[in-house]
């Protein structure tokens, strides 16, 4: 699927300097890309915003500068049916009903749910707003809902490769413990550590060692080896062992596309799987293979 190329640019490039403030005409904004006022019944939020928690006590702080200062930063709106749509700043937005604005200024831009989402989550990125479910989860509707690729993903949301595979590998762990990273009880780290085990009653069992002794991530990993080496666990069925995994996105840093190893069971063999999306690619590795050594 072709993307726009505006979305691997960040958030500043997509929400351009205000010429000036219109409070009346809608319409003449999103022609100009100025700030309008626009009531708050007029919006809704999305249902695909990345962001799911929100701090409750923060969220006053904000209402209560608001009802002072007023909405310092407009929020991004796109138009929808009936209104419109919140891209960026829900937490401003839910704020500015708190402290009983009845409109909000706003940037008004058309775009269809695809960018609305990676905007969305850009945003919340550059913030650090997010939290490892969240951006798991909003990597994963990229992936299954808007065809993205983790190679396109990567470089419209400018994080390595790697950083998003294993994001994405958290969800495989049970709802208890991702309800835990979402609290952030534990860390990104430790969720990692507990993939590596294989029975999800087994990564219950050290998760709530975890917490129960407030184990570090080097802890939790050494617990984790432990538990391995002693017979109790067994490798998760296609995961790889740390070099292993470390040596895989090397690869795929290096060739600019997605690699998998796949060792054989029980053997010191196994294969290398290079992906390439067209003959333009594979010519393209072809010439990166052959003309540089790894």
Same mark, same amino acid.
């Given at each position: ?50 962001? &799911? ?35 960026? !700043?829900? $937490?401003? =937005? ?5 402290? !009983?604005? %009845? ?35 909003? =990597?994963?509707?990229?992936?299954? @809902? =808007? ?10 949301? !400018? ?22 990273? @979402? &609290? ?6 430790? !969720? ?14 050290? =998760? ?17 080896? %432990? ?20 040596? @895989? ?14 060792? $054989? ?26 003309? @540089?050594?790894?």
């Amino acid at each position: 699927m072709q993307k726009r190329s505006t979305l691997g640019r960040g958030l500043a490039s997509l929400i351009p300097e205000a010429r000036g403030l219109d409070v009346d005409s809608p319409r003449a904004a999103l022609a100009a890309g100025a700030v309008v006022q626009i009531p708050i019944e007029e919006i809704t939020a999305n249902a695909m915003q990345p962001r &799911r928690h929100f701090d409750d006590a923060a969220l006053a702080e904000l209402s209560a500068s608001i009802r002072e200062q007023g909405v310092i930063q407009p929020i991004l709106l796109r138009p929808v049916e009936g209104g419109y749509q919140i891209v960026a !700043g829900e $937490r401003r =937005f839910r704020a500015s009903c708190l402290a !009983g604005l %009845r409109s909000v200024p706003a940037i008004i831009r058309r775009m269809d749910q695809a960018e609305s989402l990676e905007i969305a989550l850009i945003e919340n990125l550059q913030r650090e707003d997010l939290n490892p479910v969240e951006e798991a989860e909003a =990597f994963r509707a990229l992936i299954e @809902q =808007f065809e993205y690729t983790q190679e396109e993903l990567s470089r419209r949301v !400018g994080k390595d490769r790697s950083t998003i595979s294993n994001t994405l590998r958290l969800l495989k762990l049970p709802d208890e413990i991702l309800d835990a990273l @979402q &609290r952030g009880a534990i860390s990104m780290g430790h !969720g990692r550590a507990l993939l590596s085990l294989a029975e999800p009653d087994l990564i219950r069992e050290v =998760f709530a060692t975890v917490v129960q002794d407030a184990l570090s991530v080097r802890a939790t990993e050494e617990l984790v080896r %432990r538990t391995m080496k002693g017979g109790k666990a067994r490798a998760r069925r296609g995961e790889l062992d740390a070099p292993l995994v470390d040596l @895989q996105d090397r690869l795929a840093r290096h060739l600019g596309t997605r690699v998998q190893l796949r060792p $054989r069971a029980g053997g010191e063999g196994g294969k290398i799987v290079v992906e390439y999306y067209n003959p333009t690619d594979l010519d393209r590795l072809i010439e990166r293979i052959e003309g @540089q050594a790894f």
